[in-house]
């Protein structure tokens, strides 16, 4: 056992002799003495309140950032500066400018670091940050309301018109919730993977989120599985209402960010195009549960977790999150949603059996469920 | 203005936009190595010796170095320098005078000094004539003509960037009152040292700007380097005594700029190579780069107070640009 721990300690005392003798010898220095040093920056999030302008920006480079001066549409402008991560090198620091930015019009802000390098962030549309009282929680909660639960649980109204109906029709809808799941996971990889690349480079968002995607998927297929058997049923669909509810919650994003932008317009077209996109999950819900008798509080607790996340992504929104957390919620969604397109094949392919796994009524069903999505898709 | 006093400045004014448009921070002159209210009075008149043939000599040595510099706070700015300046120092002669300078290469790149004046082709200070290596050097020769307010600049290539980086400066001809009878007395308040240059106010002002990230845009806008250095602290001027500003443009990248005075109009003369007046009552004068000349104006029927100028293209003002005289 000794000899165990000598052999676990040793590799050990190595790395860290390696890394003290990097820091302390500097060999690399030579090499990099009259390189300018490197700077990388991003601005994250921006609140705007009357006659102030609000930013975050997160900071990487060979040595500390430093926001010298500020432009604000191409004039300098007086601001404060308060770190808000101690990073030697990768930093995070809020930006307050006294400015009074015009409703509507778009601003312009450059921040010049202490090397004369110049960060650019667009503001597109300038509207006040929504402060949250419990007035405006209360609306955002109806917001996520209509866009998560309530059609889920439309959806979910379909499950009778389920309980008779052939091998080859249950197939067919079997197949039709993985189209419509596979038409979500390409959906939240797209948005995943785009908000990873707002961040800075070393915080390594894209790596990130897939990580975040494999691990979900792999610790929900464990814990379905726990049991012995692959879930089927009652346990199906739930792990379907999380996957979905996951999702939602990047949806009430959406509409959060676009309703803090000022853009209401856009917001109440997104409201009714993901209320109608989502009635269809409600009815990939229902499809694992033809051969049951689910009470209705286990009705209400699918539709629950599959919308309420709406809400919650709905409220966060409105408050412009950091690109990098916005990346990982995605991960987590697409894995969880992965996980179910996983487990609804399996079913299908047990059900079907063997040789029958891609049958006509099989293909038809996931191109339907997919042509379904994109229809939708389109309203919002 | 400290960093922690912005956000009480915003508190203090309710219209608080309206003092907004500043710096944060004081830029160190002294570590800089030029203080822009200092060089804004300073001209370098040379050595002074006659020659065998009775003429007067004027010498000078100017080295370029390699000059990082604080161009706005808290921002530094990898700038090549004469003689540790910029814009460097202000020569200034008299119509007919022998110049001899003397032009020591001290930095890591090929430089030269091209005079706006009359001279040879050898001694134009371009490629292939009058260059210097690093550590090399090289004299220029020749006689100051015409008169007027002229510039000196390296002129190796790329030029953009060698002359963007700082390397400028005012190069001034005073007219000979003897050679011009018949406008004797106003080409001898041209001339440094006369009794009638006497009660002007003579100030150089060269419009310039800084591109600190290299995109061929300018982030920072000036009049002697240093933004905003006139606005924060105004140029104290007296209201008895006539002004007179050598005005130069060496802004790079953006095609022109321009001076205008608040509550007031000058005079103005084109290359400062005329004894009247190219344009009269005048408040903006717009400038290709490199074009220069010389205003002339009096406050004496003004009240005192604090008189605004800066470049109507807003931008510039706002990216730095922007200054004030004090009229006492």
């Not at chain 1, 549960?289 to 919308?307: I, N, S, T, V």
């Not at chain 2, 003689?83 to 790149?109: A, K, Q, Y």
């Not at chain 2, 982030?219 to 380097?225: G, Q, W």
Request: hydrophobic share 50%; with cysteine; charged share 15%.
């Amino acid at each position: 056992m000794r000899a165990n721990w000598f052999w676990l300690a040793l590799p050990a005392a190595v790395l860290v002799l390696i890394v003290a003798l990097l820091l302390i010898w500097r060999p690399l220095d030579r090499l990099s003495q009259q390189a300018p040093p490197v700077e990388e920056a991003a601005v994250e999030r921006v609140n705007l309140t009357p006659g102030m302008i609000s930013i975050d920006v997160r900071t990487d480079g060979s040595e500390p950032v430093v926001i010298a001066q500020v432009q604000v549409d191409t004039a300098y402008r007086l601001f404060t500066a308060h770190p808000l991560s101690m990073g030697a090198r990768l930093g995070r620091t809020r930006i307050d400018i006294p400015y009074s930015w015009i409703d509507g019009e778009a601003h312009h802000i450059a921040l010049v670091t202490s090397t004369g390098a110049i960060i650019e962030h667009s503001i597109e549309v300038a509207t006040a940050t929504p402060a949250l009282s419990g007035e405006s929680l209360a609306l955002l909660a109806i917001v996520g309301l209509l866009l998560g639960a309530v059609p889920v649980a439309t959806g979910l109204l379909a499950w009778p018109a389920m309980r008779s109906l052939s091998p080859s029709v249950m197939n067919f809808l079997l197949a039709l919730t993985i189209g419509l799941l596979a038409f979500l996971l390409i959906d939240t990889i797209a948005e995943g993977l785009e908000a990873a690349t707002k961040t800075i480079g070393r915080l390594r968002g894209t790596v990130l989120f897939w990580v975040m995607l494999a691990v979900t998927t792999l610790m929900l297929l464990a814990l379905g599985r726990a049991k012995g058997t692959a879930p089927e049923g009652l346990r199906l669909a739930t792990f379907i209402a999380l996957g979905i509810g996951l999702h939602n919650l990047g949806e009430g994003l959406a509409v959060g960010a676009a309703l803090a932008t000022g853009e209401a317009a856009l917001a109440t077209f997104l409201v009714i195009g993901f209320t109608i996109h989502n009635v269809t999950e409600g009815i990939g819900i229902a499809v694992p549960l033809a051969d049951e008798r689910p009470r209705f509080l286990q009705f209400a607790g699918l539709a629950a977790l599959a919308g309420l996340p709406a809400i919650i992504g709905t409220v966060a929104g409105t408050q412009a999150v950091s690109p990098l957390w916005i990346a990982v919620c995605f991960g987590v969604g697409a894995g969880a949603i992965l996980q179910v397109i996983i487990e609804v094949a399996a079913l299908l392919a047990r059900r079907a059996g063997q040789g029958q796994w891609l049958s006509p009524p099989v293909a038809a069903g996931v191109t339907a469920g997919l042509g379904i999505m994109y229809a939708t898709a389109l309203l919002v | 203005m400290p960093l922690a006093s912005a956000a009480a400045l915003a508190q203090d004014h309710g219209n608080h936009d309206q003092f907004g448009n500043r710096l944060v921070g004081e830029v160190d002159h002294v570590a800089n190595g030029f203080d822009p209210h200092k060089l804004l009075w300073e001209f370098d008149s040379g050595t002074v010796s006659v020659t065998s043939d009775g003429r007067t000599l004027r010498e000078w040595t100017i080295t370029a170095v390699d000059h990082e510099f604080e161009v706005a706070p808290g921002i530094k700015f990898a700038g090549w320098s004469y003689n540790g300046r910029i814009p460097g120092p202000t020569l200034r002669c008299t119509e007919g005078d022998r110049l001899r300078i003397r032009f020591v290469n001290g930095s890591t790149h090929s430089h030269s000094m091209h005079f706006h004046g009359i001279h040879a082709a050898r001694m134009d200070g371009v490629p292939g004539a009058g260059m210097a290596e690093p550590g090399g050097e090289f004299i220029y020769e020749f006689d100051a003509k015409p008169f007027g307010c002229h510039l000196y600049h390296c002129h190796a290539i790329p030029l953009k960037r060698h002359i963007h980086k700082g390397l400028y400066g005012t190069f001034i001809v005073d007219p000979d009152p003897a050679r011009h009878p018949l406008a004797r007395d106003v080409a001898a308040s041209r001339l440094l040292g006369s009794p009638e240059n006497a009660p002007w106010q003579e100030m150089v002002m060269v419009m310039n700007a800084f591109d600190t990230n290299f995109d061929d845009e300018n982030e920072f806008y000036a009049v002697n380097s240093i933004p905003f250095a006139y606005f924060d602290k105004p140029i104290r001027i007296e209201r008895a005594r006539p002004l007179r500003i050598y005005l130069v443009n060496i802004t790079e990248f953006d095609p022109i700029n321009s001076f205008h005075i608040h509550a007031n109009f000058f005079e103005f003369y084109d290359h400062g190579t005329t004894l009247a007046p190219t344009h009269r009552t005048i408040d903006t004068v717009m400038m290709c780069q490199a074009q220069r000349g010389i205003i002339e104006m009096t406050f004496a029927e003004h009240e005192p107070g604090i008189y605004m100028f800066h470049a109507h293209q807003s931008e510039f003002a706002e990216l730095g640009w922007m200054s004030h005289f004090e009229v006492v």
